[in-house]
T-cell receptor, first 112, second 115 residues
Framework: SQQGEEDPQALSIQEGENATMNCSYKTSINNLQWYRQNSGRGLVHLIL?????REKHSGRLRVTLDTSKKSSSLLITASRAADTASYFCATDGRSSGSRLTFGEGTQLTVNP | SQTIHQWPATLVQPVGSPLSLECTVEGTSNPNLYWYRQAAGRGLQLLFYSVGIGQISSEVPQNLSASRPQDRQFILSSKKLLLSDSGFYLC??????????????FGDGTRLSIL
């Protein structure tokens, strides 16, 4: 079965720097989503990119998708301490209906 | 606007005791509903999902069951808890999106500790 795998597992940067997280998956997808999770809370949806899209922006977030390499990246520009959280990619496979398969996540720490 | 409620926030239960976690959604009709479990520092494992009342699909064999007695109510249950059932349980809902996909909206989770 397909599985999103993020790297790095953990990332520590200074406020104002950019943060890049990567996600790889194994089988064909309909779309890929990125979520954020603050410690001890539920996940919050950030952005959805469809398989026929290559890049998408939302505020300080930029997501790319390369279906030939089965990979995606999430870029957070001008990071803030409040961006400290875990970030997960999730894939919606062509045979999985509305079910998502989540990766293990990247723990981002933004130091003030 | 749509909201999702999940309770309790924390629960400590002895091994062998029963479990009932409840999740309700407001402001939408016929949502897809999901139960996930998350181990510490890990990703989410889908346990059950439902596309309608009484329609439950189980993703992994386990000691748990789910029910959907009403359109916007999703219940996770166990008759006898095991130590391995400890974890962070998350309920989520989404609209039906077909191949276009839809974001999932999560509750704040229940942290379950088995003693």
């Amino acid at each position: 079965s397909q599985q999103g795998e993020e790297d790095p597992q953990a990332l520590s940067i200074q406020e104002g720097e950019n943060a890049t997280m990567n996600c790889s998956y194994k089988t064909s997808i309909n779309n890929l989503q990125w979520y954020r999770q603050n410690s001890g809370r539920g996940l919050v949806h950030l952005i959805l990119i469809r398989s026929n899209e290559r890049e998408k922006h939302s505020g300080r977030l930029r997501v790319t998708l390369d279906t030939s390499k089965k990979s995606s990246s999430l870029l957070i520009t001008a990071s803030r301490a409040a961006d400290t959280a875990s970030y997960f990619c999730a894939t919606d496979g062509r045979s999985s209906g509305s079910r998502l398969t989540f990766g293990e996540g990247t723990q981002l720490t933004v130091n003030p | 606007s749509q909201t999702i409620h999940q309770w309790p926030a924390t629960l400590v239960q002895p091994v062998g005791s029963p479990l009932s976690l409840e999740c309700t959604v407001e402001g939408t009709s016929n949502p897809n509903l999901y139960w996930y479990r998350q181990a510490a520092g890990r990703g989410l494992q889908l346990l059950f999902y439902s596309v309608g009342i009484g329609q439950i699909s189980s993703e992994v064999p386990q000691n748990l069951s789910a029910s959907r007695p009403q359109d916007r109510q999703f219940i996770l249950s166990s008759k006898k808890l095991l130590l391995s059932d400890s974890g962070f349980y998350l309920c989520a809902w989404s609209e039906w999106g077909g191949r276009l996909g839809q974001p999932q909206h999560f509750g704040d989770g229940t942290r379950l500790s088995i003693l």
